[in-house]
Antibody, heavy 121, light 112 residues
Framework: EVQLVESGGGLVQPGRSLRLSCAAS????????MHWVRQVPGKGLEWVSA????????DYADSMKGRFTISRDNAKNSLYLQMNSLRVEDTALYYC??????????????WGQGTPVTVSS | DIVMTQSPDSLAVSLGERATINCKSS????????????LAWYQQKPGQPPKLLIY???TREYGVPDRFSGSGSGTDFTLAISSLQAEDVAVYYC????????FGQGTKLEIK
């Protein structure tokens, strides 16, 4: 059974940094691309970033470029999201999601439960 | 960026009746080299993460009931539920993954 468990969320002041982690199990992690998607409570889904199986292809939503960095450690079956210069509007539930393919140009077929991030002074 | 627009924003359908949700992309998501539409549909119930229903516009994910179907090509797509069940109450999202990734705004489906 595929399991994705996010961690690292919390309350942080504007301008500060936070690093999210996602522990994956139940599938061959280094066969698949991985994504981060966020959702403000009560609002829609917003795609954040994706990384290919071998980290050679990385993509970000325009509003996150230059502030967020996605990475993965295939030896640890883990996905990360380094978030810098956080803004109030980055407040959301952040989901880790498994791609259906090795490349980033693909749908996501499994999602974690999410980790909440609150940016507030 | 490709903008995805769903219609309607909300929908109320009687149990056993057909529900249809539309999704329009601002540019084609059809890859002519492999004839695939890079379009997925997700279902999200309250307090839960999204669940993949349909990918490549019309391929049903394993385990998804066959009352769910996807159709369309290019810029216009439809998710249909042939006979609405109570457990289908949810918000439905389309997503393009042809040029980066973008979601539609969501359609809330309720029972009439």
């Amino acid at each position: 059974e595929v399991q994705l468990v996010e961690s690292g969320g919390g309350l942080v002041q504007p301008g500060r940094s936070l690093r999210l982690s996602c522990a994956a199990s139940g599938f061959t992690f280094d066969d698949y691309a991985m994504h981060w998607v966020r959702q403000v409570p009560g609002k829609g889904l917003e795609w954040v970033s994706a990384i290919s199986w071998n980290s050679n292809s990385i993509d970000y939503a325009d509003s996150m470029k230059g502030r967020f960095t996605i990475s993965r450690d295939n030896a640890k079956n883990s996905l990360y999201l380094q978030m810098n210069s956080l803004r109030v509007e980055d407040t959301a539930l952040y989901y880790c999601a498994k791609s259906g393919c090795s490349s980033t140009t693909c749908y996501t077929n499994h999602w974690g439960q999410g980790t909440p991030v609150t940016v507030s002074s | 960026d490709i903008v995805m627009t769903q219609s309607p924003d909300s929908l109320a359908v009687s149990l056993g009746e057909r529900a249809t949700i539309n999704c329009k992309s601002s540019q084609s998501v059809l890859n002519s080299s492999n004839n695939r539409n890079y379009l997925a549909w997700y279902q999200q119930k309250p307090g839960q993460p999204p669940k993949l229903l349909i990918y490549w516009a019309s391929t049903r994910e394993y385990g998804v009931p066959d009352r769910f179907s996807g159709s369309g090509s290019g810029t216009d797509f439809t998710l249909a539920i042939s006979s609405l069940q109570a457990e289908d109450v949810a918000v439905y999202y389309c997503q393009q993954y042809y040029v980066s990734h973008t979601f539609g705004q969501g359609t809330k489906l309720e029972i009439k």
